[in-house]
């Protein structure tokens, strides 16, 4: 037991892992390396991994409480479930394909503790080389955000706070500042908000979930913030297994699901137009692009793929 790792905490770290043994591995090292005033319990839900994670995180890290299920639950009900029985006064979600700086953790608590009306916070992110990471946070669905993405203004204008108003294009991350959304990978939240608001929505099986929850919480009169004092390293995508075209598809739905849940039902049928112009809008471009640019074939199989499961991905979830 490590000098944070104590009898009585007040933060339980909740590591969801499949199939990410030695990255998982690095991030517990790095969490208790760097925690030094926060008192802390970690559980490790491991999600029937084929590849020893169960086996290597007992052996290495005794003091953590390992969950080793016989089947694949999912990120959302995994933390459900450990989230279910956590009797700290708060909760930290941690990727395992993260690693974190110096004093992330403690610096994110004190933030916490200062800013009781944020009632979710989250920090920077980096990638490995030391530059940013934006997807550490985001603003909410917005019918003019989602013309910016189907049109691909977004993309085009991506350090634009009008034309990337979801991703604040122009902010680096580098100061305080109140979200819509903060990312799953490095998100603290009271015990006592997680419960009031349920935990997450199962309903969101791959993605979004976090920002239902975000929205949630805001309806009940809390500003999610981000600290840049708490800094992680996160590598984004390592610990799933889909291909481009299938996550490109989760995201579709989780997207459409989260404009079905907190936009007006008005707005609704424009958020699922827009979606189509971006689906089959890229499909048909890059589909002629195909035509006069070999490497672009690729690509172009890709939206195909997305585009032929259009029924999928327009029920949401």
Known sequence: ?????TASPDLTVIVVSYNTRDLTLKALETLYATTKETRF???VYENASSDGSAEAIAAAFPQVELIASDENVGFAKANNIVA??????????????????EGAVDNLMRFSKAHP????????????DGSLNMASCWMRITPWSSVCKATGLQFIFS???FFNSEGMGNWQRDTVREVDVVQGSFFMIRRALWDE??????????????????LRAQALGYRPMITPDAEIMHLAGASTSHSPARKQIYL???????????????????????????GGGRALILNLAALLIRRKRGSAQKWRDIWADRKNWLEAY
Request: hydrophobic content about 40%; charged content about 20%.
């Open 197 to 214: 608001l349920g935990g997450f929505d199962l309903r969101y099986f791959m993605y979004g979930e976090e920002a239902d929850l975000c």
């Open 1 to 5: 037991m490590t000098s944070t790792e």
């Open 41 to 43: 319990h970690t559980v």
């Open 117 to 128: 009306e944020a009632g979710i916070t989250g920090g920077r992110t980096v990638f490995p």
């Open 252 to 278: 579709a739905k989780a997207r459409l699901t989260l404009m079905e849940d907190h936009w007006p039902a008005w707005q609704v049928p424009f958020g699922r137009a827009t979606l189509i112009l971006w």
């Open 84 to 101: 279910a029985t956590a009797t700290t006064e708060w909760l930290l979600l941690l990727n395992p394909d993260t690693e974190c700086h």
């Open 159 to 161: 350090n634009s706070d």
